[in-house]
């Protein structure tokens, strides 16, 4: 059976309240990214390694293993590298991709894309960005071409290159590193329960961040940065346009944020609590409410709607607990028309949580004043309540085990 709060020797006979203010950051969420950088740490990680259909995957694809022949010709491999840049892509795993091929190296060399020699390459084989590496065969030789068309461009005359420029490089054009991305963040430090965002997401696709900043949203910098991109919520986060070079990247962060005219990222899917910067105030802190039956030690808790929304990313500041018996229950019930008991009311702060949408339309009634009560009863189908109209307890489970509110792959309630 499970034990009921002592009254509150402060309050009316009946009342009682269990209020609690938490700081705890939910580090199990992404350090507060929220379900959308939830899903992109995993999509980002998919993409990134074998790329979308009709993209160019970001990483040396891995050319088939060919057993060599007698007849199977040598070739020879000159890389371009960029010694100035260390932390450009290794061309190294160029030479490896290639060398899986089965094919016969007669010889392997080295040039700086500074050097004369690697600029007569670059401008002789028009190549775009660097590291890079180029194979010499003999000009028309059909099992080459076959073999390394799949993942090399062929450039003429028996020279093929890596067709795919992947970051961190050199743009020979622009004559620049491209890939290397600044990540600004944009913090309330008055905030203490706001969203910490992540780069983990992005950090553990393989991606590096080249520099990162923080800046205080009430600051010259801050306020700078917010009136330039229009920034309406803080905590906030910036890459520089160097992240366009993530091409996959770019594809699945674009869901979640907006670029500028200038290149620039802006993330925009606010995950609560957050400061809405329009009104200045703190959003998504949310107050729960439960009506409860001390004389129906059977029914089930009302705390489990709090659980639920917390696995979806909801943040509660406050509950508060009252007797179906006491003044301040009462009041609820006359208040909201409530018919069956327990039951929980949440407040309009539950709104600014896309996680919940679903939930709340299907299972909770939005009331005049904002707030939102359950009363989709039929949602917890081994739940044991009373029906206030007839004062009788409705059975449906004789166990005091946890309920679970049962929720599909789209957020929907699964109700038999």
Known sequence: MKKRPKPSKNMPKGDRKVAHETSRLRLTKMH??????????????????????????????TPPVVTPSATFPTVRLVKITTNDCTDCFDAELMTDAVKRTGMKISSEESVDYRSSEGQTLIQTHAIEGVP????????????????????????GGGVYAFDRLIPIYYDTQAQKIVGRITATFIDDPRCLKCVALSLAP????????YRKNRVDYDSQPGRELIEKFKITRVPSLILSSDYEAYENLRIELLKIGTEAEDGTYIFRDYNPPFRNLETDE?????????????????????????????NRGVNPVSESVYDVNSIIGKEYIEKYGIDKIPTAIISPEIGTYPSVATILEQIFSEEKDGWFVFRKFDALPTANYRDLETGEIVIHNDTMSELVIPVGPDGEILIE
Not at 202 to 209: F, L, S, V, Y
Not at 283 to 303: A, H, N, Q, R
Request: net charge negative; charged share 20%.
């Open 132 to 155: 890079t590496l180029l194979v010499f065969v003999k000009a028309g030789d059909a099992a080459v071409a076959k073999e390394i068309s799949s993942f090399m461009e062929n450039k």
């Open 282 to 310: 703190i959003e998504g802190y949310v107050s729960f409410i439960y009506i409860d039956d001390m004389d129906c030690p059977g029914c089930y808790e009302p705390e489990t709607h709090r659980r639920a929304m917390e």
């Open 202 to 209: 992005i950090e553990t696709a393989g991606i590096k961040i």
């Open 32 to 61: 507060g990214m929220g379900v959308a950088l939830i899903v992109l740490a995993f999509a980002v990680l998919f993409v990134w390694f074998n790329g979308f259909p009709g993209t160019q995957p970001a990483v040396t694809p």
